[in-house]
């Protein structure tokens, strides 16, 4: 698996990206603990759930389905907020489900593990992308917190937080861009 720190800052990426708006900064965080949250699967080894079960890491929780859940059940809390805060519930969902789905899509991206049951509960074949250069990280803290977790942030920096700030950068050159010509 990717870091949570690598999920949440892709999930928050695309927040920005999608809400742009500084009011709805609370959707940008909320797209953050989404991309992270497929990984509460990990209790599991805890509880003794095999890794490749339908209910083990990278199973059901890294599922479009499960994506699809996590942004209904979002949707339908974020309009629980005032209406001058709130975005369109369609642009809210597809954040959710961008956000919570981006978590499998990174982990298939990764260098180990059993793959990702994109399909989960219907076809639970695991897939890992061809090209995979993300360092997987461990899945305790005790771990992560030595040098296979600086080499793991060290990937992620590379795969996952520049992608990340170069996607930021070009949607406010972007912005500045448009706002230059609007004025001349």
């Known amino acids: 698996m990717a870091s949570a720190f690598a999920h949440a800052a892709l999930g928050a990426t695309l927040g920005k990206l999608l809400l742009p708006h500084r009011r709805h ?7 953050g603990i989404c991309a992270a949250l497929p990984d509460v699967d990990s209790i599991g080894y805890r509880l003794g759930v095999p ?18 859940v996590v942004a209904a059940l979002g949707t339908l809390l974020g309009q629980l907020a005032r209406p ?37 509960p219907w076809h639970t074949e695991r897939y890992f992308f061809p090209f995979r250069p993300i360092k997987v990280s461990p899945l305790s803290i005790r771990a992560f917190l030595g040098a296979k977790g600086l080499r793991v942030l060290a990937s992620e920096a590379i795969w996952v937080g520049l992608p990340c700030l170069l996607l930021l950068w070009s949607q406010r050159w972007r912005r500045t861009a448009s706002t230059s010509s609007a004025e001349n």
């Open 25 to 31: 900064w609370p959707y940008w965080v909320a797209a």
């Open 51 to 68: 890794y490749d079960s339908l209910w083990g890491h990278r199973g059901l929780t890294h599922s479009l389905l499960a994506a699809a």
């Open 84 to 120: 001058a805060q709130r975005p369109a519930a369609g642009r809210l969902a597809l954040l959710l489900f961008l956000a919570t789905a981006s978590h499998g899509f990174l982990d298939a991206l990764t260098t180990g593990g059993l793959g990702v049951a994109f399909f989960s």
